[in-house]
């Protein structure tokens, strides 16, 4: 497969296409990101990297850092994790808060804000600095040392952030968050602030799709078993209420982020990172999900 | 990998193990259902056969003809089906009749009840004769010509069809039922009255799994990429409110009937019937679903 | 207190005023109506009798014979009635199905159509004929053996009532209801379909505020203590999602139909019909609201 | 009417009947309270007083005081209150978070506490201080000088608070509530704490029944009208989950509190207050329940 070529004519099929979706808009620092910003890196297992647009440009991956942290609490307490959260869709997000009341504060899965504030909870009671030991995995996991958070992104996120608290007194009044409120909150903007180019995103993510390499960084270990259980809960819940169109469409595990970025990956193939700022009403890039579906449709490769 | 061994020890340590979840009592047909039958059936692409236990004895496959009918409606009518229905796994099921009021009457994904009736009309509206039709369909793609429906099954399925026939009035008081609500109901309970074997079940799952092969069986031609993508659909909403789990634990599109049936497809590579009577609470067959795990466990492969 | 001055002037005001809202549409018999009809009747206890405009037109009066049923079947069965149904307002109207289904098929209170179901239910349960019977009690009641029904109507509400067939199926499958389901809801529809004019409805209603006189009609006794207690759920739950709206701004127990007509009551004081088609989003005549708003207003008596 | 006979004959029935429910346990200092204590006191308009058991020990009158709050919020924004909360009840409570979704942040009602938050921020927003002057108002409505509020209790409230921490929130996120959520909460929670007798509670309320006088404490006036709809609103909204009971069993606008505590009045005749600190799982007094039901059915009068 030439994987250039049909990246290459991707790139220039969706940045010519209709222009569609808005940037995320909830905090300025969001909302002050050129919209028409576009890049694409794709890097396989055997080591080859395509990259194209604005690629090595760092953007807020937001909501995809959900992965490390779970991936790290994985590590951390293996199949325990899953008396915390569950691993089921969450169906449309209008009923989550609900859902969670229903449930009795015990969110859906790792991936919607309740059960990353799980997570986050669980890192913060399981790791001595979380937030340096965090950095350090991404670090690793990228093979990138100058990987940095955005100290004003995580700062807005916290001043607008009334209905991530309100998830988590919720969760709290159910006895499933164990440390202080505030605390969490901290780390979990700070998680959301985390900034990487395309090429850095699918570095991180190239460990998730070569599944003959062992896994383990700054000694958090994970076993092809449980990296094939986070790739099926990408597929399942990493795109929030459109988790279902990007399986049916893309037929990847994936994860977005409201910054506009995209992570997915084909096991044993390769890893590959979409950013285009402009998100649709569920919250994924436009140009990211186009640009996907194209991928899969071309090279005629998906995982069904 | 030796298909055949793996099967046998699966067989020996499911049966040996603990039991537990009860036969469906919704209606005395199933209810009369030996619950210690159980049986097993993998093909390969390549050809091969491997069966174990009760593999060869009819049972009513209930929810899993629901893929069939997506199948045909999605030949007749392609990409337009999806203003009738969604492809969203559709959350705990306790709120899903709320979700199709809220969603004016479209159904989350067409394996849901609320999407199988949309289906089910679909059918009525562009076959002549839908149950014969249907029939020929499943017949053609197992390739086997026996395969027929159980009268009585449909028949007390109708009788106790309360929350069906509230889920099609719903949706028709929004004008996404087109035919006559007692039409479709008989057809519906036609389709989940269908009986096979885990043989003949995993030979018609084949086709869903062998891409290479042109899928055309009765006139009702899918494209490569249509299935893949009723295969997506499988792995997000095939087991109700346990897709997630099963997506998690075993890693394969499948679907899953209340009649203890399950199919899993690994794309290229295999089809895999299973049949044990006794269900958990989600409606899903318990050593179906303990099978497939260490299956996919086992043989180390699945599509993640 | 100068009643007769007091509704002229109020009936002037209101029609005078701007029109909002609009004629119920679901079914065409009741789109026919002339939307600027508008009349007003007031009967006190001691024997007066006021009445304005179109006061001695007739109308369907739709849910408003939920009141009637209500009592039949209050007089039937007693406080078992209340194992089948609650007495609680509904809340939005948008989760009444989900309502139905948290609790297990038992609606929350009699006048919203799941809970109209159940006593129809009830009726066709312990009446002979039903549909002569209740005719008869509402003959007796207003005193107007003319009374009768809209046999177009009930036979359109019937044509366009899958909403209420999917409630009663949804209720059915929790075994609250017993009777046949077409059979119930074709002397549901019957029961909406009952034609009075505003001053046949303020008699009728007369003896729910004229407590001092006993209530036997047809040979369906209710002890005082019974009669206050209708009063009180009239108070909670007889104007849909707006039920707060009216005890709030009127002060009076009271019951709506989409045909434009409220009724309400002072205990001791007076019954008062009012008629105008026009219908706000809630399914409340909005002249209706506004004229018994002015009455307590201008009378200065609520119960409040 | 013969008061003093009747209280004494209830008093003796209720405590010498079965006991049932249990005190409040969410937070120590209300589990602490004894919960066989029980008083009642009744007042009426022409000054008579009966007065029955514990009616003169202090108790915490919890949700009580949301009546007092929006009496002062009312007083000072006149009707525009109602833009930031309804007067509809809320159904069942397992969805009321998910209607404060639904309805982007306005609570149902202001007696929820939602709604109650909404009204402390108001209060926030229009008072110099807060907690001075609203206790200056209950001093004065009550004619007591020696009201106060117990720092323990509040303490505690705001220790355990985690669910009404995520209630605020979600209204914040929606823009309903403009002062900073610490000081909301912290004045809420003060609410929440004041105490009071049987004979104290009577007193204060005594002027929602007395019609005939004017109602001004403190300068916060309120017109005859505005009494009435509080009124109103307490039938419909003043006993949670159980109002529509209430209304249906004892037919007066009331209000509970969780510490055991129930005030109701008949307009114009008079105001009643019960204390017994088991609580039914709604969250409303067993004996107090118990005590009004009897009392109006001894005393034949109820508003309907």
């Not at 290459?8 to 940037?23: F, L, Q, W």
């Not at 194209?52 to 942290?69: L, R």
């Not at 569950?86 to 969110?107: A, H, R, W």
Request: charged share 20%; with cysteine.
């Amino acid at each position: 497969m030439n994987f250039s070529e049909i990246i290459n004519e991707i790139y220039s099929e969706v940045k010519c296409g209709e222009t569609d979706g808005h940037v995320a808009s909830y905090i300025p620092e969001l909302l002050n990101v050129n919209p028409d910003k576009f890049g694409i890196a794709l890097l396989t297992v055997d080591g080859n990297e395509f990259c194209c647009g604005d690629a090595e440009e760092k953007f807020s991956i937001q909501s995809i850092s959900k992965v490390f942290a779970l991936s790290i609490a994985f590590s951390l307490l293996g199949e325990k994790i899953w008396e915390r959260m569950g691993v089921e869709p969450s169906g449309t997000s209008f009923n989550s808060i609900m859902q969670l009341e229903y449930e009795k504060g015990k969110p859906r899965n790792p991936f919607i804000n309740a059960g990353a504030l799980v997570v986050a909870d669980i890192l913060v009671s399981n790791l001595k600095n979380p937030k340096e030991e965090f950095l350090e995995f991404v670090k690793e996991i990228s093979g990138n040392i100058s990987i940095s958070f955005n100290h004003k992104i995580a700062q807005s996120e916290k001043e607008f952030g009334f209905r991530n608290a309100a998830l988590i007194n919720m969760m709290k009044s159910y006895g499933n968050i164990k440390n202080d409120i505030e605390l969490i909150l901290d780390f979990y903007f700070f998680l959301c602030s985390i900034e990487m180019t395309c090429k850095e995103l699918a570095q991180s993510f190239l460990p998730y799709a070569n599944l003959s390499k062992p896994f383990n960084y700054k000694n958090f270990p994970l076993t092809k078993s449980q990296i094939k259980r986070i790739n099926a809960l990408m597929i399942s819940c990493g795109f929030y209420d459109e988790s279902g169109e990007f399986a049916f469409k893309v037929g990847l595990p994936g994860k977005s982020g409201v910054g506009g970025g995209i992570v997915a990956i084909h096991p044993n193939i390769y890893s590959v990172a979409v950013w285009s700022p402009r998100i649709n009403s569920k919250g994924n890039s436009v140009f990211g999900m186009k640009t996907l579906e194209m991928l899969t449709t071309k090279t005629e490769i998906s995982i069904f």
